[in-house]
């Protein structure tokens, strides 16, 4: 009786073992194996980069389509052109209030990426001047420029021939912090007055000046 038990023990075990070896013989590593739930292993969009045909060019990436801009930005209308620059110097106006954060950033902007060019003084004497590495860096006091804050935020938009752009760098108000500063870069070389740092409250309001109700009622 106790021989018989044990034999059938012994079976059991001997059909186990056949089963595990017989589930795991086809198994190639190398190759991928069975996927219960594909959606977990399997990206259901399209692949960053990826070739599909249904794209123009068979390519995932693309540009953005024409007329859209990225969140948090605004358009800007002045070509990249001599009379985009020159229409830019000529009406584009500051609409940044002026602080003494703002300033203080805007000094700390153009010390990281105007000052190796254009030197901390704004006088065209930066590092790489000096070391000869660049040559025809303007001082901000030249005459012959008529450098005004539309015009700074142009050249940072689109860079200009051996200057590059900024603009994927720095944001709307950084760039225009930096203007704040080139501005009295300017001012300090010509000895004329320096912006005056408005008060937190009146530099509170935002940046669109849009008529508030009670203005529009005096
Ligand atoms: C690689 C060196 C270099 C750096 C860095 C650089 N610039 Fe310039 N910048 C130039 C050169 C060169 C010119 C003259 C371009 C020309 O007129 O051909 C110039 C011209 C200018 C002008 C005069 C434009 C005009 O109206 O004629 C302004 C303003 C200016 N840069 C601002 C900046 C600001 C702001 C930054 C930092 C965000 C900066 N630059 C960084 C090289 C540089």
């Given at each position: 009786?106790?021989?018989?038990?044990?034999?059938?023990?012994?079976?059991?075990?001997?059909?186990?073992?056949?089963?595990?070896?017989?589930?795991?013989?086809?198994?190639?590593?190398?190759?991928?194996?069975?996927?219960?739930?594909?959606?977990?292993?399997?990206?259901?969009?399209?692949?960053?980069?990826?070739?599909?045909?249904?794209?123009?060019?068979?390519?995932?990436?693309?540009?953005?389509?024409?007329?859209?801009?990225?969140?948090?930005?605004?358009?800007?209308?002045?070509?990249?052109?001599?009379?985009?620059?020159?229409?830019?110097?000529?009406?584009?106006?500051?609409p940044l209030p002026v602080t003494e954060a703002s300033l203080a950033n805007g000094k700390k902007?153009?010390?990281?990426?105007?000052?190796?060019?254009?030197?901390?003084?704004?006088?065209?004497?930066?590092?790489?001047?000096?070391?000869?590495?660049?040559?025809?860096?303007?001082?901000?006091?030249?005459?012959?420029?008529?450098?005004?804050?539309?015009?700074?935020?142009?050249?940072?938009?689109?860079?200009?021939?051996?200057?590059?752009?900024?603009?994927?760098?720095?944001?709307?108000?950084?760039?225009?912090?930096?203007?704040?500063?080139?501005?009295?870069?300017?001012?300090?070389?010509?000895?004329?007055?320096?912006?005056?740092?408005?008060?937190?409250?009146?530099?509170?309001?935002p940046m669109e000046s849009e008529a508030t109700p009670s203005e529009e009622e005096h």
């Open positions: 009786m106790k021989t018989i038990t044990s034999m059938k023990n012994s079976f059991q075990i001997v059909v186990a073992i056949a089963a595990s070896v017989l589930m795991v013989s086809c198994f190639n590593s190398s190759r991928p194996n069975y996927q219960y739930m594909p959606n977990m292993y399997e990206p259901v969009g399209y692949e960053t980069y990826g070739e599909y045909e249904i794209f123009p060019g068979g390519q995932e990436a693309m540009l953005p389509a024409e007329g859209t801009i990225p969140r948090g930005w605004q358009p800007y209308e002045y070509p990249n052109t001599t009379d985009g620059l020159n229409l830019a110097k000529a009406e584009l106006k500051n902007l153009y010390d990281i990426y105007c000052a190796v060019c254009h030197g901390v003084k704004g006088d065209g004497q930066g590092i790489l001047v000096q070391r000869e590495k660049i040559l025809g860096i303007p001082s901000y006091a030249d005459p012959g420029r008529l450098i005004t804050e539309g015009g700074i935020y142009h050249v940072q938009m689109f860079g200009l021939n051996a200057m590059g752009s900024y603009a994927s760098q720095t944001n709307e108000t950084e760039r225009w912090e930096i203007v704040q500063h080139v501005m009295n870069l300017k001012a300090s070389l010509e000895g004329t007055p320096l912006l005056v740092p408005q008060t937190e409250e009146v530099a509170a309001m």
